[in-house]
T-cell receptor, first 113, second 114 residues
Framework: NAGVTQTPKFRILKIGQSMTLQCTQD?????MYWYRQDPGMGLKLIYY???????DKGEVPNGYNVSRSTTEDFPLRLELAAPSQTSVYFC????????????FGPGTRLTVT | GENVEQHPSTLSVQEGDSAVIKCTYS??????FPWYKQELGKRPQLIID?????GEKKDQRIAVTLNKTAKHFSLHITETQPEDSAVYFC?????????????FGAGTTVTVRA
């Protein structure tokens, strides 16, 4: 299994541009999460999903959107990028309700200038 | 969500000494407390976790202790080695919409001096 994969690894955006961060897992996990990690800070939850077709906001959802059309994929959309969205973005997944461990992807480093 | 505070923010230890990182949380309903290790430029990796029905858990040189009454938990690394140098994050669970999420501490940068 590849586990959780993310693309791209790095990206530079100009203010006002849009992009989609891709996240795929091949472990048949129902639960998926998007976090952002700012320098010197812990991870903050942006959005999460408990299964295909079901998504909900986390702690810092403003400026982002998600969709979950399949079990495997959980893309994160940035509309009208702002410098405050410069961060490292991690996707994570977990098997189901009683399995608590989250498995992280390698991250996407995004810079908005 | 949950409010998780982590101390210290940086920790420098001599190789072979012990390292201790402490976290406090605010939600008395929290029942899952994982610790993640993150090496520079890499993804967070789970190193140990503990559930609220257990007071202590050990895995070789690392251990976690939990005090539910005081709402704090700690990571202990014994006989530290250079490869233990990394950023360590604690986390605590919180519940919404009948499912749990994680809130993370700000991290502790551990440097093991040879």
């Amino acid at each position: 299994n590849a586990g959780v994969t993310q693309t791209p690894k790095f990206r530079i955006l100009k203010i006002g541009q849009s992009m989609t961060l891709q996240c795929t897992q091949d472990m048949n996990h129902n639960y998926m999460y998007w976090y952002r990690q700012d320098p010197g800070m812990g991870l903050k939850l942006i959005y999460y999903s408990v299964g295909a077709g079901i998504t909900d906001k986390g702690e810092v959802p403003n400026g982002y959107n998600v969709s979950r059309s399949t079990t495997e994929d959980f893309p994160l959309r940035l509309e009208l990028a702002a410098p405050s969205q410069t961060s490292v973005y991690f996707c994570a997944s977990r098997p189901g309700r009683e399995a608590y461990e989250q498995y992280f992807g390698p991250g996407t480093r995004l810079t908005v200038t | 969500g949950e409010n998780v505070e982590q101390h210290p923010s940086t920790l420098s230890v001599q190789e072979g000494d012990s390292a201790v990182i402490k976290c406090t949380y605010s939600d008395s309903a929290s029942n899952y407390f994982p610790w993640y290790k993150q090496e520079l430029g890499k993804r967070p990796q789970l190193i140990i976790d503990i559930r609220s029905n257990v007071g202590e858990k050990k895995d070789q040189r690392i251990a976690v202790t939990l005090n539910k009454t005081a709402k704090h938990f700690s990571l202990h690394i014994t006989e530290t080695q250079p490869e233990d140098s990394a950023v360590y994050f604690c986390a605590a669970s919180w519940k919404r919409s009948n499912d749990y999420k994680l809130s993370f501490g700000a991290g502790t940068t551990v440097t093991v001096r040879a």
